[in-house]
Antibody, heavy 121, light 110 residues
Framework: EVQLVESGGGLVQPGRSLRLSCAASGFTFNDYAMHWVRQVPGKGLEWVSGINWNSRNIASVDSVKGRFTISRDNAKNSLYLQVNSLRPEDTAFYYC??????????????WGQGTTVTVSS | QSALTQPASVSGSPGQSITISCTGTSGDVGGYNYVSWYQQHPGKVPKLLIYDVDNRPSGVSNRFSGSKSANTASLTISGLQAEDETDYYCSSYTSSDTWVFGGGTKLTVL
């Protein structure tokens, strides 16, 4: 069974940083692209960033470019999201999502349970 | 990177069929066959229903089907059941090398 377990969220002041992690199991992690998607409670979904199986291709939504960095460690079956210069509008539930194939343009299938990031002074 | 356009709500009676539309542009829905649909029950994580416009993952009921015409993708749910009442989201790969979601549609089973 595919399992994705996020961690690293919390309450943080504007301008500070966090590192979100996602531990993957139940599938061959280094065969698949991975994504981060966020959701404000009660609101819609917003794709944040994606990374190919070999980390050679990475993409992010404009609103986080220069502040958020996606990365992965295939040896540790782990996905990360370094989030810097946090803003109140970054407050959301952050999901780790498995790609359908090795390339992020093929879409997403299995979602983790998410971790909450709250940006407030 | 504007969100795809979905109706805020749709409704139907048990046993009927409904269709949820997802309108984008030639830079996303119209330009790629990488359109997915997700179902999300309150307090739960999204579940993939359809990928690559009209493909169903194993385990998803064949009551769910997808299609696309020009810049609009559609999700059809046939034989509507009470358990189908929840939120649905479309998503598409874009020419900006990103993914974009629709605003979501709330389905009410009357």
């Amino acid at each position: 069974e595919v399992q994705l377990v996020e961690s690293g969220g919390g309450l943080v002041q504007p301008g500070r940083s966090l590192r979100l992690s996602c531990a993957a199991s139940g599938f061959t992690f280094n065969d698949y692209a991975m994504h981060w998607v966020r959701q404000v409670p009660g609101k819609g979904l917003e794709w944040v960033s994606g990374i190919n199986w070999n980390s050679r291709n990475i993409a992010s939504v404009d609103s986080v470019k220069g502040r958020f960095t996606i990365s992965r460690d295939n040896a540790k079956n782990s996905l990360y999201l370094q989030v810097n210069s946090l803003r109140p509008e970054d407050t959301a539930f952050y999901y780790c999502v498995k790609g359908i194939s090795g390339y992020y343009y093929y879409g997403m299938d299995v979602w983790g349970q998410g971790t909450t990031v709250t940006v407030s002074s | 990177q504007s969100a795809l356009t979905q109706p805020a709500s749709v409704s139907g009676s048990p046993g009927q069929s409904i269709t949820i539309s997802c309108t984008g542009t030639s830079g996303d829905v119209g330009g790629y066959n990488y359109v997915s649909w997700y179902q999300q029950h309150p307090g739960k994580v999204p579940k993939l229903l359809i990928y690559d416009v009209d493909n169903r993952p194993s385990g998803v009921s064949n009551r769910f089907s997808g299609s696309k015409s020009a810049n609009t993708a559609s999700l059809t749910i046939s034989g509507l059941q009470a358990e189908d009442e929840t939120d649905y989201y479309c998503s598409s790969y874009t020419s900006s090398d990103t993914w974009v979601f629709g605003g979501g549609t709330k389905l009410t089973v009357l």
